[in-house]
Structure formats: C-alpha cells, structure tokens
C-alpha cells in the first residue's frame, strides 16, 4: 500500500529570483504547484536514515523536482506562494 502525504494547492505570485534548478527554472508567477512526500519507510544505512524527498509538481505541465526537506527552504527562498482557492486565480 502507498501513502502519499499532499500539501494544498499553492499559486506562485511571484519570482523573488532567477534559479536554475532542474524544473524549478520554468515556474512563472501564476503557475500552481503540490507538494507531497511518499510517507513510506525511507531505510538507512549504517545507522543513518536516508532523506526523505519532497515532490515538487507543476500542476499544468506535470513536470517534478524533488527536494529533500533540508533542500526545500530553496522553494521559499526563490517564489512567493498564496494558497490557492479555485476560481481565484
């Protein structure tokens, strides 16, 4: 069985700046984006447990990036988000 954690839908408002990370580097402001984490078990290896990757989806052209949780701060750091509401945007 899988079981996937997703988030609400967030609306980019606005570019704070240019990245050019893997996927990342499309996204415009108006575009809608999910993020969700498989919330299997992960494993380890020698007593470290490997990261856990959150999925980062473009909702219009369904194109992903990962980003381990350490890693995403870059999504804030790079796009204002909004929760989006259906007929808002």
Do not use: H
């Not at 984490?37 to 020698?46: E, F, I, L």
């Not at 989806?57 to 909004?82: H, M, P, R, V």
């Amino acid at each position: 069985m899988e079981i996937v954690l997703k988030s609400d839908i967030f609306e980019i408002t606005k570019v704070k700046r240019k990245t050019k990370a893997s996927m990342l580097e499309n996204l415009r402001a108006g575009d809608l984006i999910q993020l969700s984490v498989d919330a299997s078990p992960v494993g380890s290896n020698r007593g470290s447990t490997y990261a856990s990757y959150i999925k980062i989806e473009d909702l219009k052209t369904k194109e992903c990036a990962y980003k381990s949780f350490n890693q995403i701060w870059g999504l804030y750091d790079t796009f204002e988000l909004e929760q989006y509401t259906k007929g808002e945007a």
